[in-house]
């Protein structure tokens, strides 16, 4: 069975984003994703706050995108598909940094799941 493997990012928006990542990197020493990738014992998670005016997390009033790492994402969308779980993809989202797809729990909310490339585990 595919399992969720830790957080591959998570994703907000601010009015100012450049000034909120170095507020957490001074302050909470996350670094900055314009630098480089924060790295936690599990595996690498993306932090970076988006303009305020993004259309990535779906719903204007969203304030917060989870994203979670995933070791096998074929086989993680067909357990989603098979419980009923509407899963969606697109091919702008997948990149060098590996392939994604987008689902909703119960109460709305978006959450991407994310298996890295080869380069990114």
């Not at 790295?39 to 009033?61: H, I, K, S």
């Not at 991407?112 to 080869?118: H, I, K, N």
């Amino acid at each position: 069975m595919a399992k969720v493997t830790g957080i591959g990012g998570f994703f907000f928006r601010a009015r100012d984003p450049k000034a909120l990542a170095a507020w957490y990197e001074t302050h909470l020493g996350i670094d900055d994703i314009a630098r480089t990738v924060w790295r936690q014992q599990a595996g690498p998670t993306v932090f970076t706050p988006f303009a305020e005016n993004t259309d990535y997390f779906g719903r204007a009033g969203q304030q917060w995108l989870i994203n979670f790492r995933v070791d096998d994402l074929d086989a993680m969308m067909a357990d989603l598909k098979a419980a009923g779980i509407a899963v969606e993809t697109r091919a702008e989202w997948d990149s060098e940094a590996g392939r994604f797809c987008r689902i909703h729990d119960p109460e709305g909310n978006p959450i991407e799941l994310w298996e890295p490339s080869a380069d990114n585990r």
